[in-house]
Structures are given as structure tokens and as C-alpha cells.
């Protein structure tokens, strides 16, 4: 697995789905649909650094992890969110 980083100017929606961010090439109102109207708490622009997690070859990826003022804090906070999953699909006991 590879950390993806971007900045952008971001899309911040909070709801009852939880909080998603949209990089800048998703629109404000593809980003409503995709996480749905109702339950919406609030919507803000934020510009920063966010990361993910891909798979080469693979289409998978997790959410956008953000936002953040430098990159380095984006690529730390998801190392630490997924450390124990890493760790378990990628380390074998001997």
C-alpha cells in the first residue's frame, strides 16, 4: 500500500454520515449528492494537504484523511489511523 498526498482547496461536509472531504476537482454539489442531502450539519472550503492510502494495480483506496496546513501531519495522522490494519495484513508472526 502507498500513501497518496494532495493539496487542495477542499470540500468539508459534516452530517450524519459522519465527515467526508472532496478534493477540488469534485464539485460542491457532486460532493452533497455523493454524501447525501439529508443530514447535512455543515459544508465549509478549506485549502491544505490530505492523504489516503491506494493499492497499485488496484482501484481501492481509503477516504481523504485532512485537512491539514503541511503535508507531513496529513501522511503522520493516517500512518496512525491504520497502523494496527497495516501491521496485521503486512507482518507475519514467526
Same mark, same amino acid.
Given at each position: 500500500? #502507498?500513501? %497518496?498526498?494532495?493539496?487542495?482547496?477542499?470540500?468539508?461536509?459534516? !452530517?450524519?454520515?459522519?465527515?467526508?472531504?472532496?478534493?477540488? #476537482?469534485?464539485?460542491?454539489? %457532486?460532493?452533497?449528492?455523493?454524501?447525501?442531502?439529508?443530514?447535512?450539519?455543515?459544508?465549509?472550503?478549506?485549502? !491544505?494537504?490530505? @492523504?489516503?492510502?491506494?493499492?497499485?494495480?488496484?482501484? #481501492?483506496?481509503? %477516504?481523504?484523511?485532512?485537512?491539514?496546513?503541511?503535508?507531513?501531519? @496529513?501522511?503522520?495522522?493516517?500512518? #496512525?489511523?491504520?497502523?494496527?490494519?497495516?501491521?496485521?495484513?503486512?507482518?507475519? %508472526?514467526?
Amino acid at each position: 500500500m #502507498d500513501i %497518496e498526498t494532495k493539496q487542495s482547496t477542499w470540500t468539508i461536509i459534516d !452530517g450524519m454520515n459522519g465527515v467526508t472531504i472532496y478534493p477540488d #476537482d469534485t464539485s460542491i454539489l %457532486e460532493a452533497i449528492e455523493d454524501h447525501g442531502l439529508d443530514g447535512i450539519y455543515s459544508i465549509e472550503v478549506e485549502n !491544505g494537504w490530505a @492523504a489516503r492510502y491506494t493499492m497499485p494495480e488496484f482501484l #481501492d483506496c481509503t %477516504e481523504w484523511i485532512g485537512v491539514f496546513q503541511d503535508e507531513e501531519p @496529513a501522511i503522520s495522522t493516517i500512518e #496512525d489511523m491504520y497502523s494496527d490494519y497495516i501491521a496485521s495484513v503486512y507482518c507475519t %508472526e514467526t
